[in-house]
């Protein structure tokens, strides 16, 4: 499927970012399958990517949004990433992307599957739906240099149960 060129501009930046990932301890938490299968905000299904976010509580709220379960997450744990400086991070300017925080998903899955089919930078900034003034990170499994990325090993999540407490 030939990708139509989108308008909104990515700035470039060159410096050493941590991500943060949350998830279901059955399944690897540094692949982009989940993505790959089901597409997200960013991809279109059959793109391996992986969501995260820049601050752990930025990506516990997104866990939380998405599980909307409403007690304490079992059996989730989390990972710090480290992108090196050497490699290239893209932004997106929200003001920029008329359409990417609509609930169909068509201006920012296309703007998304553009970048992952270019292979411009290993990861992309996104602005949250959930936090507007927040941004999330997406690395591209498919880009040359993923394999430079690092993780630390996986480590428990402490939830605060004032998160849950609905007395």
């Given at each position: ?78 990972i710090v990433?480290k992108i ?59 880009h040359p ?23």
């Amino acid at each position: 499927m030939a990708l139509k060129k989108q308008r909104a501009t990515a700035k470039v930046l060159a410096l050493p970012r941590l991500a943060y990932r949350i998830g279901d301890a059955r399944f690897p938490l540094f692949d982009g399958r989940g993505a790959m299968i089901e597409g997200g905000r960013w991809n279109s299904a059959g793109y391996p990517v992986i969501y995260c976010g820049l601050s752990q509580s930025g990506a516990m709220l997104e866990v939380l949004a998405q599980a909307n379960i409403g007690k304490v997450p079992r059996g989730h744990r989390m990972i710090v990433i480290k992108i090196p400086a050497t490699l290239t991070i893209e932004t997106v300017v929200a003001d920029d992307l008329p359409g990417w925080d609509h609930h169909d998903k068509i201006s920012s899955r296309h703007f998304g599957d553009e970048w992952i089919i270019s292979q411009r930078s290993v990861a992309l900034i996104v602005p949250s739906v959930i936090a507007k003034h927040d941004s999330n990170i997406i690395i591209n499994q498919m880009h040359p240099d993923f394999t430079k990325i690092k993780t630390a090993p996986p480590e428990s999540i402490q939830w605060d149960h004032r998160l849950f407490d609905r007395s």
